[in-house]
């Protein structure tokens, strides 16, 4: 098994991981080459072994489907580890680290009527995926595997999915001062001295905690990364529909769904900034900004500093658990009617056939926030089983909606 998809990411080292790289500037109008990228030459392809097993069945012709259970476990892993930037550069490849990516999937169809002139269908399909780092990457310093590796908004450690959130908690809004507020942990030791944790994984694999103590602070820099019990995974995944025919009239209807999981809209975080007017679009929640001391609200005030991060003195859409949003959805994905007309009108038209039908896509989406679409913000492998089943649930400004489009047609066979 291999995973062929990093080792040709232009972003790790095109197609020469295993090799120094440099690139070729100008210096004084000279040629100068300039270190980029650290190789490797021991890199291997990752290795996987993989198990799939399932049944199928069909029960008096009235209900019939197939479930099927899959396990694969990867190891050898490709990572960028992180070194000191005193050697020259900050990460390369390496072959490390295990993942486990299991799931079950199923298919079913009831046919609930089934006459001559009358026939009616309820199909249904989902899926349940599941992934864990059963193994992380040895850190050199310490000769032990790292107690996490962090990947945007996500925290990669062993016994997480490789989608759980490890970011910052929001805490609302001062009341009096309009910040944003986030929590932080302190570790309360025997006796009482109080020590703060910044980043909650790194600090237990080196501290014992004897008792967890949360307040609330208005500084981003000095709340607690910790994972938040939010997956990017949906619980279940699928679609199901109908198909209806009825003396020449065909109905059918085809819906697709997620239930569970969260998403991080950087979208509506962008529109939630709080920069000057006309600087960038504003979403109409910020209408519920804090204004004057002792507003209750869960918007920040604005502060005339795009962005949220140091620049911006009250952090108003700085990365948290602020933005996680539910991925849940329910898509109708595709209707369509048609007629037939019946043989003896065709056939004094001297036609073997002639239907009509009208046929529409995505007509309606139904999410936890309008305008986002999570199914957009997934990225969907061919196969259930691939390592990167969800590999992103964060929206942005480079995805579109599926389109909605209606159209119908005339089909005449002689």
């Known amino acids: 098994m291999g995973n062929q998809d990093f080792i040709t990411s232009p972003v790790v080292a095109g197609y020469y991981p295993y090799e120094n790289l440099y690139t070729i500037d100008n210096l004084n109008d000279e040629y100068a080459f300039s270190f980029k990228f650290k190789g490797n030459p021991n890199l291997t392809w990752e290795g996987g072994s ?61 046919h609930l009527l089934n006459k001559n002139d009358y026939k009616f269908d309820f199909r249904v399909n989902g899926g349940y995926y599941k992934n864990e780092m059963t193994q992380m990457p040895i850190d050199e310093t310490t000769g032990k595997e790292k107690p996490i590796e962090i990947s945007t908004y996500y925290g990669w450690a062993k016994g997480h999915s490789l989608y759980d959130f490890y970011i ?38 080196k501290n014992e905690i004897s008792k967890l103590e949360v307040e609330q602070t208005s500084d981003w820099d000095q709340a ?65 900004r804090w204004q004057k001391p002792g507003d209750i609200t869960n918007v920040p005030s604005l502060s005339n500093d795009f962005g949220g991060g140091a620049d911006d003195t009250n952090y108003a859409n700085a990365s948290s658990t602020r933005f996680l949003t539910s991925r849940s959805f329910l898509n109708l994905a595709n209707v369509r009617i048609g007629y037939s007309l019946p043989k003896n009108i065709v056939s004094k038209l001297h036609l073997s056939e002639l239907s009509f039908f009208v046929s529409g896509d ?53």
């Open 362 to 414: 995505n007509l309606l989406y139904l999410s936890a926030r309008k305008g986002y679409i999570s199914m957009a913000s997934s990225g969907n492998s061919a196969n259930a089983n691939d390592d990167n089943k969800n590999d992103s649930s964060e929206s942005g400004r480079s995805q579109y909606a599926p389109l909605s489009t209606i159209m119908g047609g005339i089909k005449i066979q002689f």
């Open 168 to 205: 910052r908690e929001y805490a609302g809004v001062d009341p009096e001062t309009g910040f944003a507020l986030y929590n932080q942990y302190y570790n309360v030791k025997p006796n009482g001295d109080k020590e703060l944790i910044t980043d909650m994984e790194t600090y237990k694999s």
């Open 50 to 110: 993989t198990i799939n097993t399932g049944i199928e069945f069909n029960i008096a012709d009235v209900l019939e489907g197939e479930v099927e259970y899959f396990y694969k476990k990867t190891t050898d892993m490709l990572f960028m580890k992180q070194v000191a930037p005193s050697l020259g550069y900050a990460s390369y490849s390496v072959n490390d680290g295990a993942l486990v990516n299991k799931g079950v999937e199923f298919s079913l169809t009831a």
């Open 224 to 288: 607690t990364k910790k994972f938040v019990n939010k997956s990017g995974i949906p619980v279940l995944q699928g679609g199901f529909g109908f198909d209806l025919y009825a003396k020449g009239i065909t109905f059918n209807a085809t819906f697709s769904y997620g239930i569970g999981g969260y998403g991080y809209d950087y979208n509506y975080a962008a529109m939630m900034h709080s920069g000057t007017a006309g600087s960038y679009n504003w979403h109409k929640d910020i209408e519920n």
